[in-house]
C-alpha cells in the first residue's frame, strides 16, 4: 500500500492535577548544580539572549502577523531551582536562544515570588494562562501556532541538559523544538457559502449548524477589519471547517430593493436579530430551525475563547458505524464530534476495475467491516464515468468532489486518505493484494503510529509529573 506519513507533534494537554499550582515540589529531587553556559561551538556569542515578552495577547497579535508559532515558558524565575538551572544551562545559551528568537514568539509565564514586582494585569493574566493550559508545574512548555492552536507541551526533562550532552549545546531539546515546528498543520482556506439563501438550504440538507457572519462591512470600516482578520484566524478557520456551515451576511443598506437583499430581511425578521457592525448568528436546522445563539463580542487575535464558547452548540450527531457517507462538511463533522478518523475513498465505481475490486475485496469483507464501525467515519467520492450516473450527481456533489480530488491530489482511482479528527493526514494508498484483513493491518498500524507520535509528548509530560511528585 502506497502511503504518505508525516510527523505529528500535536499532543493532547495533561489531565488537569488535583493540587495546587506550584513549582516543583520539594518531593522531587533537587536538581544537580547548574553548569555554567558555554558559547556557541563556533566561539560565536548570541546576538541577543531569548527575547521574552509577558504580555501574551500582544505576543500573539505579533505571531498572527508575522506567521511565526509561540512558545510559552511557565516558570518561576525567582524562587524554582528547576527554572533556575534551565535559564542557566538551556535557554540563554547562544544555540537556543538564537534559533529560538529567529523562530518563536517567546511569552515568559513567570509566577514570581515578589509579586510587587509585577502588573496586577500580568498575574491575572499568568493565573488565567495556567487555568487554559492545564498547567500544575513549573517549569512547563507550551507550543502553539500563531492562532492559539495546541501544538506540543513539555516539561523539565525533555528541555534539560543531557548528562552527555556538552556545556552550551542542548541539541536534544533544539532537535525537538524543531520537530515541533515542521509538524505544524497547513493553513486551511475557510469553506464558506455563497448566499444565506444557499446556506439554509445546505444545512438543512446537511443537518449541520450554520454560522452567519452578519455585518456592516461596506460602511464600517472597523467592522471590516474585524472581520477579516476574524475570517483570517486559523483557529477560527479550522474549526468552522470540521464543525459547521459558514456565511457572510452584508447588511442591506436602506434603499436596497434586491431579491437578495429581501431574504436577508425576511430571514433576520423571522429569528429576530437586526444589522450589526460584526455579529455572529448561529442557526440550528434542528426542528423547525432555531437561533442557538447571536455572539456580538468577539476578539478576533484570540479565538480560543469564542470556540470554547460555540462547542457546546454543537448538536449530538447520531452516526451509524460503518455507513458511507457522501457530504465532506458532514463527514467532518461527524469525525470531529465523535473523535474517529475519516477514511475519504475515491472511487469511480463503474469506471474504475480497481475501483470495483477495492469494494469487493476490501470493503465487503468482515474484517474491515468490524474495524470501520468502531473506529472510522467513511466518506466516499465518487466520479462516475456512465454518463446516466454522472447525471444523477447533483452541481453542489460534482463541485465538492473536484474540490477534494484537487486538494489531495488524486490522479486515480481507487485512492484512499485518512485524516485523523483535527483534519490531518495520516495516510494516503490504493488498491493492495490480501482483502480487508491485509488492509486493515496495514492502516492500523500507520494510524497507531499517527496517535503514538501525536501523544508522545503528553507521555513526557506526564512523566515530568510524575517525577516530580
Known sequence: MQRTMRLTALALAAAVLAVAFAPSPASAAAPAAARKPGGAADGKVAAKPPA???RFLIAQKRAQKEEKPMLLYFCSSDRDDFTKKLDAEVLN???????????????????????????PDVRNQNADLKTRFNVAKVPTFIFLDPWGELLARCGYGTAALRDDEAEGQPKRWLEYGQAVVASRPAKEKLQEQPDLSTAVAQAKKTAVPV????????TNKQAATLKDALLGNQLFVRWMNRNMGLVQVAWP??????PKAQTIRDFAGRWK???????????DPGGLGQVKAMIGAIDPVDCAPLVKRLEPLLPSIDYNGGQWLDNWKVARAVSAQLQKDLLVSFVSTDGSEFSKRME??????????????ANLVLLRVDFPAEPANVAKQTKDMKEQ??????MFGVRGYP????????????????????GGPVFVSEMQKQIRADKDRRTLISQEASKDMEKSK
Not at 253 to 258: N, P, R, S, V
Request: aromatic share 12%.
Open 273 to 283: 436579530f437586526g444589522p450589526a457592525a460584526l455579529q455572529l448568528v448561529i442557526w
Open 401 to 406: 468532489n473536484e474540490m477534494l480530488a484537487d
Open 211 to 218: 454560522c452567519l457572519v452578519v455585518n456592516q462591512a461596506a
Open 415 to 434: 485512492t484512499v486518505v485518512v485524516l485523523n479528527p483535527k483534519g490531518q493526514k495520516i495516510l494516503d494508498g490504493k488498491y493492495m493484494k490480501g
Open 52 to 54: 521574552w515578552t509577558d
Open 253 to 258: 443598506e436602506e434603499a436596497d430593493k434586491t
Open 93 to 119: 545559551t547562544p544555540l537556543w536562544a538564537d534559533w529560538a528568537n529567529a523562530t518563536f514568539v517567546l511569552v515568559k509565564v513567570d509566577f514570581i515570588l515578589d509579586t510587587k514586582r509585577q502588573p
Open 360 to 373: 469487493a475485496d476490501i470493503y465487503q469483507h468482515a474484517d474491515f467491516k468490524n474495524y470501520a464501525r
